[in-house]
């Protein structure tokens, strides 16, 4: 059973940074790309960023330049390094594994970032 476990959200002043990490459990952590999302009250997830075959980044233009996904293999760790933030930033994140092209449907607790001075 795939299990999902998101932290290091919090409140952060306009230009802070803060790392946010996802623990994986019962899958093989190592052969799946990975991605992050967020998702702000009222509106869809949205995809943030996404790390394919263990090195290949892509990142949806707003973040771009900011943030930074990486993933531990050995740790079963995924991070997300959120550097110069914005109000618009703020937002519940999620990590999820992609599956053909798709996140799997079920969801962590997620953890919130706030982006506020």
């Known amino acids: 059973q795939v299990q999902l476990v998101e932290s290091g959200g919090g409140l952060v002043q306009p230009g802070g940074s803060l790392r946010l990490s996802c623990t994986a459990s019962?899958?093989?952590?190592?052969?799946?790309?990975m991605a992050w999302y967020r998702q702000v009250p009222g509106k869809a997830r949205e995809f943030v960023a996404g790390i394919y075959a263990g090195t290949k980044t892509k990142y949806t233009d707003s973040v771009q330049g900011r943030f930074t996904i990486s993933r531990d293999n050995a740790k079963r760790m995924l991070f997300l390094q959120m550097n110069s933030l914005k109000p618009e930033d703020t937002a519940v994140y999620y990590c999820n594994v992609i599956r053909n092209g798709e996140p799997l449907d079920s969801w962590g607790q997620g953890t919130q970032v706030t982006v506020s001075s």
């Open positions: 019962g899958f093989q952590f190592s052969l799946y790309n």
